[in-house]
């Protein structure tokens, strides 16, 4: 989820913690995008999401994520998490249409059609 203006950041609602919808809220938007990355609600513990690196190529934005999935054998509690991560993207040379593509362990798992 990409919010780009102060206004869109009531789009987040309960997804994200308060802190971090304060965070979002406070950020300067003439400067910076809000990148949301979701792996969706997961019934375990265990789950994660790790930003691996985002780059800029003219007016395309690409962020790389490993989505964490617990191993068999791994300790996870019996509770429903919905794993998140938030990024403050510099806005940079960036105008007028801008592409992201979430790229999530060498798959794009959403990009533009």
């Known amino acids: 989820m990409i919010i780009a203006e102060a206004k869109e950041t009531d ?6 913690s308060p802190k971090a919808q304060m965070q979002v809220q406070n950020m300067d938007f ?4 809000a990148v949301a990355v979701f792996q969706g609600v997961k019934p375990t513990s265990g789950y994660d999401i790790e930003i691996k690196k985002v780059t800029q190529i003219g007016s395309a934005v690409i962020v790389y994520a490993h989505f964490v999935i ?11 998490t919905s794993p998140y991560q938030l990024l403050k993207v510099s ?3 960036l105008h007028g ?4 593509t979430l790229r999530a362990d060498g798959t794009a ?3 533009p059609p």
Do not use: A, R, W
């Open 11 to 16: 789009l987040l609602g309960s997804m994200i």
């Open 30 to 33: 003439s400067q910076y995008f």
């Open 70 to 80: 617990p191993e068999p054998m791994d300790t996870t509690q019996q509770i429903e």
């Open 91 to 93: 806005k940079g040379d």
């Open 109 to 111: 798992v959403v990009s």
């Open 97 to 100: 249409q801008v592409e992201f």
